[in-house]
């Protein structure tokens, strides 16, 4: 699902973020990706959304070369990509519901087909009670699972989470991280960006660890 290889990524300061950094990540897998402020999980990221583009070697992202990408494929190529930020950025003057309905209103989906798709997203996450409500009246992990069902909710292949659980206390972690476990059983490929060590400690799964921009370690043990 997400293949790097050699990737640099050199900004125009001449700060290097990654440095010839290769790995693969299949289908249906949930990988961390850790490394100290700085290290380039950020940059990584936004490769994988062409936020930027590399400075030399490849990304693949369901087997298309993000490089030789047109135009015209880069918004759907978007849309493949859920992403799910650390501090939420829901809008705090719309309901649950118009916070998830966002993405599909923005494709001109009929608004029919948005109200089923925004509740079978609220339904996941377990928030279908509070699809009236605004943000700033739900608790923390709630306002995640808000950010999370907005992300599902064109059905991406692929999750990519920026310190997800952030602001979480372990407990919500928790319910954060069985969310991703239930995406990922049906299909999704999840990649999860955290300081978290005692969260990924506990999960048990592949940890690609970035240092300097570079891949350092990549596997279960950490
Ligand atoms: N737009 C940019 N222009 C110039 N340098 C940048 C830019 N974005 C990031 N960098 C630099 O690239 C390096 C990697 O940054 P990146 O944000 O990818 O790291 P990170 O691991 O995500 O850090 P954090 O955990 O603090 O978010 C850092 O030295 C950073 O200062």
Known sequence: ???????????????????????????????????????????????????????SGQVMIGGRNLGRLGKSHIPYHRRQVGVVFQNHQLLFDRTVFDNVALPLQICGIHHREVARRVRASLDKVGLLNKETAYPVSLSGGEQQRVGIARAVVNKPPLLLAD??????????????????????????????????????????????????GQLIHDGVVW
């Open 1 to 55: 699902m997400i293949e790097f290889h050699d990737v640099c990524k050199r900004y125009a300061t001449g700060q290097e973020a990654l440095n010839k950094v290769s790995f693969t990540v299949e289908e249906q897998e949930i990988v961390f990706l850790t490394g100290h402020s700085g290290a380039g999980k950020s940059t990584l990221m936004k490769l994988i959304m062409l936020m930027e583009k590399p400075t």
């Open 163 to 212: 310190e997800p659980t952030g602001n979480l206390d372990p407990e919500l972690s928790a319910e954060i991280m069985e969310l991703f476990r239930q995406f990922s059983e049906v299909g999704v490929t999840v990649m999860i960006a955290s300081h978290d060590v005692e969260l990924i400690k506990r999960m048990h799964r592949r940890v690609l660890t970035l240092e300097g």
